[in-house]
């Protein structure tokens, strides 16, 4: 059995006929048995409060079975790297301090995703590490959404052995004349496409412009690699390119709900 590693699904993998391969890491164990006209994929996703293994399906429902054969040629068979397929709640360990014309550039280390498809038909959707569900908005109109706690950290600082993860720029402005702080953040990171660069996966920046407490914020999804890495190779499309403008003022509404000055 070959194992596969995130440098090799990052390069475009594609198995080969009469093989076995095996990636195992964090959360996930994915296993693909390939012959000439059938690969045969086996999954499943560990659960870190429990000590028992969970067989999940493609909806996240516990399953007996984790196996499935599929009709196709190794050619038609694909693994890419996505971001999670709901928003994200964010909750910094340590939220900055914007102050008044001041602007930061922080990251944050997004868990990932495997695609797998066939035929460029999305078959399963796998996480390499679970994540909390939550709600965020009011009970008869919100988003479904990860929580996710993490560090906002400088470009310099991004940890290059963190591997399962999508590099995801935000920059911070604050042209409002009150100090810009939050405890959280919806960041919707399925609007976002996805580059390679020096082995790390990245997502275009996102931009966040505080108005001010009675205004709120401006949020806007890049679409290129970011700055530092502009030679990045592209990877894959955002899982969603369309949104309307109730979408993103539910964000924007959240962060002036929670701005503390």
Not at 21 to 31: H, I, T, V
């Amino acid at each position: 059995m070959i194992n596969l590693d995130l440098e090799i699904l990052s390069t475009g993998f594609v198995p080969k006929a009469n093989n076995s391969y095996l990636f195992d890491y964090l959360d996930l164990r994915l296993e693909l048995f390939v012959e000439k006209h059938q690969t045969t994929i086996g999954y499943s996703l560990r659960r870190s409060t429990h000590d028992r293994e969970h067989q999940l399906t493609a909806n996240g429902e516990v399953s007996n079975d984790s196996f499935v054969s599929l009709q196709c040629q190794p050619e038609e068979f694909r693994i890419i790297p996505a971001t999670p397929n709901r928003p994200l709640l964010l909750k910094p360990i340590h939220a900055p301090n914007v102050f008044n014309s001041q602007e930061i550039r922080l990251w944050i280390a997004v868990p990932l995703n495997l695609q797998i498809l066939v035929k460029n038909t999305l078959v399963y959707d796998l996480p390499v590490r679970q994540l909390s569900s939550t709600w965020y908005g009011e009970p008869d109109e919100g988003d479904l959404a990860y929580t996710l706690h993490c560090r906002m950290v400088q470009h310099k600082n991004i940890d290059e052995k963190n591997r399962g993860v999508i590099w995801c720029p935000i920059v911070l402005k604050n042209e409002s004349p009150q100090i810009m702080t939050f405890s959280r953040f919806l960041f919707r990171a399925n609007l976002l496409p996805l580059f390679c660069a020096d082995n790390l996966f990245i997502s275009a920046e996102t931009d966040v412009i505080y108005k001010g407490q009675d205004h709120g914020a401006d949020v806007s999804y890049g679409k290129t690699s970011p700055l530092e890495f502009v030679e990045a190779t592209f990877l894959a499309q955002a899982r969603q390119t369309e949104w309307d403008d109730n979408l993103l003022r539910r964000s924007f509404h959240f962060i002036k709900s929670i701005s503390n000055v």
